[in-house]
């Protein structure tokens, strides 16, 4: 028997390629539509799908298992796949507090009972703000506050055996499941068919590829990892390796990482450079890559080193049922279905232009709501950190806004559409963040406004920032706790 609810749904207002602004996640809350759930009528597959590569990052498969991200573009020649970690960050702890302010905020308020908003300003836009650099105007990845950044690139080059201009793939396809949270792209080239699978696994926390060509000795690339700075890359006994430090703002010794990749082929050969891996005439391909960062965690590099190993001494397929079955745990956990025309034979750019000329795709609307679902699910584990303004990816140093947590809207948009989806759990990455603000913020409650408790403004980090921003007119929110 049908079970009808009319709930207003906050789902995401664009799905990719849409430029994202800052805050990914931020995007679910803009909509609101009726639904209806349906116990009685199975989901239809839910996919997000493309006849070409990606030409922008926006429109690149974003996957993530709540730690670490991964977006592949599928490029044919040179492909690139974007990787983070939730927990990458430049910038420290500092005191951003000026200790004195409270003792301007009388004058504030006799300014204000006297209609006098403009002296009250100038008296806030001096004393009511930060000490130092605050966010950086919202480019903060070189000072204190620091910045989310991307933990790297993985560089995929592809030899086919003759010059790219001369060859012409077909069938072209790129998708991403939501509903086993895995990525494919797929094409053929000299009767040769190319296929390609991307996974963060929810079962052995690494990044999986699995590379396959249709005839044997068919499968030749390069890869490299790379990142825009603050990296060295070896090849130590077969395994790539990545690691660096960023910036703390003080004296250059920030948040450490390490990123450490393996390749498992069939047939051909594995060739290495200084900071190469080639395989050459192989049959198929996994690139295992596991990634650490010293934040609440000193023994990064083993743990590492550890999960990397136990990921490849299983096999491939079996890890994959356990990453669908530990997804689908969350994602099964709510259905939905609308009557009505589902034209999912047509790649999702082509669907959404033309639900912005007619308003007509009711399976659109579904997949909507369930993508947000699917980067809420790949944004938050509990025991780590919150789905930032990005969720979990970026493809900067500096990140739009630094990727940090806007207390005053963006964080709570996050997190609106996780009891309406039936996934209360993931609010848990959050209470600790809130925790870790009581401190610091007892301290900014005394210095801007002698009182007890503790107090939070607009923006915060992971590094417990609680004081004003560097602008009264935004950075004063004092209700961000």
Request: contains cysteine; charged residues 20%; proline residues 5%.
């Amino acid at each position: 028997m049908r079970k009808y609810a009319r709930i207003g749904l906050n789902v995401v207002s664009k799905i990719l390629p849409a430029k994202i602004c800052p805050g990914i996640i931020s995007m679910l809350s803009t909509i609101c539509i009726l639904c209806i759930f349906s116990t009685s009528q199975a989901q239809k597959p839910l996919r997000i799908w493309y006849d070409a590569p990606a030409t922008m990052w926006e429109a690149s498969l974003p996957l993530g298992n709540g730690r670490l991200g991964a977006m592949p573009d599928g490029g044919v020649f040179e492909e690139n796949v974007v990787l983070n970690d939730i927990t990458l960050w430049s910038g420290s702890v500092q005191d951003a507090d000026q200790a004195d302010a409270y003792t301007y905020l009388p004058e504030i308020q006799r300014l204000l009972r006297e209609g006098k908003n403009i002296e009250a300003e100038a008296v806030m836009a001096k004393h009511f703000v930060c000490q130092g650099q605050g966010s950086g105007q919202g480019s903060g990845a070189k000072v204190p506050y620091g910045s989310y950044e991307i933990l790297g690139n993985l560089m995929l080059s592809y030899d086919f055996g003759k010059d790219s201009a001369e060859i012409k793939p077909f069938g072209y396809e790129r998708n991403l499941s939501l509903d086993s949270a895995i990525a494919k792209t797929s094409f053929v080239i000299d009767g040769v068919k190319y296929e390609r699978e991307y996974l963060t696994s929810f079962d052995k926390d690494v990044i999986a590829i699995r590379l396959t060509a249709s005839q044997a000795g068919k499968l030749n690339f390069a890869a490299k990892l790379r990142r825009p700075e603050k990296f060295k890359t070896r090849i130590d006994r077969q395994e790539m390796i990545m690691e660096g430090q960023l910036e703390n703002g003080v004296d250059g010794k920030g948040m450490k990482y390490i990123v450490r990749l393996q390749i498992k082929n069939e047939g051909g050969s594995v060739i290495h450079g200084d900071s190469t891996l080639v395989i050459a005439n192989g049959n198929s391909a996994l690139i295992y890559i596991s990634a650490a960062t010293d934040f609440n965690n000193g023994d990064y590099t083993s743990a590492s080193e550890k999960v990397l190993q136990e990921a490849m001494g299983i096999p491939y397929e079996g890890m994959r049922v356990n990453h669908i079955r530990n997804y689908q745990r969350l994602f099964q956990r709510a259905a939905l279905h609308l009557d009505g025309n589902n034209p999912d034979s047509k790649p999702i750019d082509i669907r959404l232009a033309k639900f912005a000329e007619t308003g007509k795709d009711n399976g659109l609307c579904a997949l909507y709501f369930q993508f947000g679902r699917y980067l809420l699910i790949s944004s938050a584990r509990p025991g780590l950190l919150p789905p930032n303004l990005q969720g979990l990816w970026a493809n900067t140093v500096q990140t739009p806004w630094n990727g940090d947590y806007h207390l005053n809207i963006n964080i709570q948009m996050n997190h609106w559409p996780l009891d309406v989806g039936n996934l209360g759990m993931l609010n848990e990455p959050f209470l600790p963040l809130v925790a870790g603000l009581v401190t610091p913020g007892s301290k900014t409650a005394r210095s801007y406004y002698h009182a007890p408790g503790w107090v939070a403004h607009t923006i915060t980090n992971v590094w417990g920032y609680t004081s004003p921003g560097e602008h009264y007119s935004w950075g004063s929110f004092n209700t961000g706790s």
